[in-house]
Structure formats: C-alpha cells, structure tokens
C-alpha cells in the first residue's frame, strides 16, 4: 500500500471512529433538542446527520461506480435547497430522508466501514494522485475531478458537519464529544505512513 494510500485509509478509519465518538453523544441528548431548530442550515442535528450520509452515499456511488441509487440521492440533493431556513422552520426536508434516528445512526456506521472497505481493497500499485472520477454531479454537469482530492474532501465534508453538530450539542447545554484526529491517533497508536 502506498503512502498516499495508507493517508486516505488513516482518514478512513478516523472518520469512522469520530462518527463513532459523535453518535454515542448524539444518542443521549433528548428528542426534543435532537430534533430542534438549532441555527444549522440542515435545521437540527437530525438533518445535519442525514446530510452527512447522503452526501457519503454520493462520493461512494461516484467513487465505486455503483450508481444503483444515485439517481435517487441526486434528487433528494436537489430538491434540498441550501437556502437558510427561517429561525421559526419546524422542519426540514433532510430530516426525512432517515427518520428514525437510531436507523440513521447504524446508516453512517455502516457507510463509515465502507469506505474502509473500499479503501483497503485498492490496489497497492493504484496511483491516486493521477486518478481521476468522472461523473454527473448533483447538477447535472458531467465533471472529471482529481480521485486523491476528492477522497480528502470525503472525509473533511464529515469533519465540518460534526462540527456543527458539536457546537449544537453544547449549545443545547450538553457536553460535545472529542473527535481531534491527534486523538484518534494517539488511541489507536495509528502511523499514517
């Protein structure tokens, strides 16, 4: 595996364990805070959460070309404008696309391991610095992007939403999770190269 590879894979695996750190958080705030308004532009934890999956289910389909549900993810995309929802908003269109919530939580667990799958079934001799995706985005325009940026963009994607949802937590009056990469590798005694 190279080096490159062996960065993303550390990414991969990190992104897992921060979800991991983030859900067990989520899981004890209560409902009502969980499904509030929380000045996020997904609306509420919830919303931000099936953001966070549908987005990774998107990068996963362009990344494996399995684009059986693409077409389906790419319209609930559309149809969920980024437009700021009014301060009195009592909900959002992302909060429908999981509704349950310890359903949408076992969907990002388990589309967290499948980037780890994805990525440790690479081939060693894979160049991803010169590998590029081509593909229709949410747009509709065909575009052909850099495969080592995009992975990157993968997992930063889920760092800024935990973020957000981090600071919601503490600004509903609870305690937010760690979820910095140095602790991720000081825990897994993890050696990206």
């Given at each position: 595996m190279s080096v490159v590879q062996k960065i993303i894979l550390n990414q991969a695996r990190y992104n897992l364990w921060a979800n991991q750190q983030l859900l067990t958080s989520v899981s004890e705030i209560p409902e009502d805070s969980y499904r509030a308004h929380a000045g996020l532009i997904f609306r509420s934890i919830h919303g931000t959460l099936n953001h966070i999956l549908v987005a990774d289910k998107i990068w996963f389909a362009r990344f494996t070309e399995n684009y059986e549900n693409y077409e389906e993810l790419s319209n609930f995309l559309r149809m969920s404008s980024n437009v700021p929802l009014a301060k009195d908003a009592t909900s959002s269109h992302w909060e429908s696309f999981v509704p349950d919530r310890k359903e949408l939580s076992a969907k990002i667990i388990?589309?967290?391991?499948?980037?780890?799958?994805?990525?440790?079934?690479?081939?060693?001799?894979?160049?991803?610095?010169?590998?590029?995706?081509?593909?229709?985005?949410?747009?509709?325009?065909?575009?052909?992007?850099?495969?080592?940026?995009?992975?990157?963009?993968?997992?930063?994607?889920?760092?800024?939403?935990?973020?957000?949802?981090?600071?919601?937590?503490?600004?509903f009056g609870y305690k937010a999770p760690v979820m910095d990469l140095v602790y991720y590798n000081i825990q897994h005694d993890e050696k990206p190269f």
């Open positions: 388990e589309q967290s391991n499948k980037w780890i799958n994805h990525i440790t079934s690479l081939p060693s001799t894979l160049d991803i610095e010169n590998k590029f995706l081509t593909y229709t985005n949410s747009s509709g325009a065909t575009v052909k992007t850099n495969a080592l940026v995009d992975y990157l963009h993968v997992f930063n994607h889920c760092t800024h939403h935990r973020g957000q949802i981090s600071a919601a937590i503490t600004g």
